[in-house]
């Protein structure tokens, strides 16, 4: 079992900073993202953005840090924002589509079918990326006995939180996921926030369209899996990618979340 790092690297740290300092050095960030607009990508990162004014500069500003040789893309899309998300974005001049319907199943299947690159890469706004993550989840599908390459999070505490008690969530986590759900299957693992597959297999395959009640990335795996490969789980540590705490903070907090895991692991 890889571990995920006690420690925030220092490549991450760079973006641990509010939305106002981000907004202050927005100009940076236009820069550095000023590369990400090729004629004809390799690969497009899409970003579905729906009121993330709080985090929308960060996340673009750790992807404009991305090392590769690689043609990259950089799409968000704005699903219906009723916040400054888009004022945000444009401030930027990252590339951007609007779409109206709302949910994260429409705003996934509208990058998809934007995107310019024969590779997608799947992001959130609410998250940090590592400058060597595009490479590494992308790179794996040079096989073309891959059909999903899928990566891991870890969480980001605020600036001045320390990380050992996430460290520990996600520890035991990864123990029960091994141990308790052994026998679940891998695509249940395929999170949104750092998936890749081939555009033209992701479209042949009806894109991000699930049954109800199926979670929109985990299905997607589910289809390319059944057609075109094996799906590759990236370990790598270089690709964490390093998201907000707000769902656990929405399910009641880390300690209750963290209790919940233990009890069923002790079941």
């Given amino acids: 079992m890889s571990l995920r790092p006690l420690s925030i690297p220092s490549y991450i740290k760079a973006h641990q900073y509010n939305a106002e300092w981000f907004l202050n050095h927005v100009d940076d960030i236009r820069r550095d993202l000023h590369r990400f607009n090729p004629e004809h990508p390799d690969v497009t990162v899409i970003i579905p953005a729906y009121n993330e004014e709080d985090s929308i500069l960060r996340t673009l500003s750790s992807l404009s840090k991305t090392i590769t040789v ?46 310019k690159g024969k590779v997608i890469i799947n992001a959130d706004a609410d998250s940090v990326y590592s400058p060597y993550w595009v490479d590494l989840i992308s790179l ?8 999903c390459a899928y990566g891991r999070f870890a969480f980001l505490p605020d600036k001045d939180a320390n990380r050992g008690a996430y460290f520990l969530y996600e520890t035991v986590g990864d123990l029960f996921k091994r ?31 699930h049954p109800p009640g199926a979670n929109e990335d985990g299905y997607m795996a589910l289809k390319l899996r059944s057609k075109f490969g ?22 009641g907090g880390l300690l209750k979340a963290f209790m919940t895991r233990l009890s069923s692991m002790f079941k």
């Avoid at 893309?73 to 609007?98: C, H, P, R, W």
């Avoid at 794996?140 to 059909?147: E, G, I, S």
């Avoid at 094996?230 to 769902?247: F, G, P």
């Fill in 140 to 147: 794996p599908l040079k096989d073309n006995n891959v059909a």
């Fill in 230 to 251: 094996i799906l590759y789980r990236v370990t790598d540590n270089r690709s964490l990618v390093w998201t907000s705490d707000r769902r656990l903070m929405e399910q």
């Fill in 70 to 115: 690689q043609q990259v893309q950089i799409l968000v899309v704005n699903n219906n924002s009723t916040d400054n998300t888009q004022k945000l974005i444009e401030l930027t001049g990252a590339n951007f589509i609007i779409e109206y319907k709302q949910g994260v199943k429409h705003a996934r299947n509208a990058g998809l079918a934007a995107a």
């Fill in 179 to 209: 141990v308790i759900q052994r026998n679940k299957d891998e695509a249940m693992y395929v999170y949104g926030c750092s998936s890749g597959y081939r555009k033209d297999q992701g479209l042949s395959v009806g894109g991000y369209e």
